[in-house]
């Protein structure tokens, strides 16, 4: 009986240490959390990046949980438009391609948070005749969100549309709204502009 009762009260330290190890290693990531939310992108530690984007949001506390999916989602959208702009300005995107898993949120909160724009039928017409680049093909390509938003019981959903402030096709929707209005000319268009192959 002594033993059994060794044995219960060794396993019980033991479940209390691991609890209180878990949980100072969860208020170290909740302080990673909080000290990646009010630093700038350029700022942040590159080495411990991987470490903030793998943290499990259920640990944090709910007030810290849609502002870290918002920089987590910045983060992605960072790396990705590193990625992409290794291949240059001549894409050629595949027809049955996708957006990446990660590079993909319906959350219109967390887009804006990650710094991204909307955008209007308008920008996307004149950027597919600049560039021949198709919704599809700056989803794929670029970091283009295309949403449907449900407006409610017996409405039509609503599709909008939000790219990335730093992506490189922003340049040509600012060309493309030029200073005086959506719509205008200027002469931002070049010989280096964005462009799809099909």
Do not use: W
Request: charged share 35%; proline share 4%.
């Amino acid at each position: 009986m002594k033993f059994l009762l060794l044995v219960l009260l060794s396993l019980a330290c033991a479940t209390f240490a691991g609890a209180e190890d878990k949980a100072a290693a969860d208020k170290d990531k909740v302080a990673m959390v909080e000290y990646f939310l009010k630093t700038p992108v350029a700022d942040l530690p590159s080495d411990h990046i991987d470490e903030f984007i793998a943290i499990d949001p259920e640990i944090l506390p709910k007030k810290l949980r849609k502002k870290f999916a918002g920089k987590k989602f910045e983060l992605l959208t960072f790396k990705r438009l590193a990625e992409g702009k290794k291949k240059g300005t001549i894409r050629s995107p595949e027809a049955d391609c996708d957006t990446p898993k990660d590079n993909k949120s319906s959350d219109i909160e967390i887009l804006k948070l990650a710094g991204y724009e909307e955008l209007f039928d308008d920008d996307l017409i004149c950027v597919e005749k600049e560039t021949k680049c198709t919704p599809h093909d700056l989803a794929c390509e670029f970091s283009l969100q295309i949403i449907a938003e449900d407006k409610g019981k017996g409405k039509k959903k609503v599709v909008r549309f939000f790219m990335h402030k730093n992506d490189m096709m922003m340049g040509i929707v600012a060309g493309c709204r030029g200073k005086n209005g959506v719509g205008k000319q200027t002469n931002f268009f070049g010989t280096m502009k964005p462009l799809c192959q099909h």
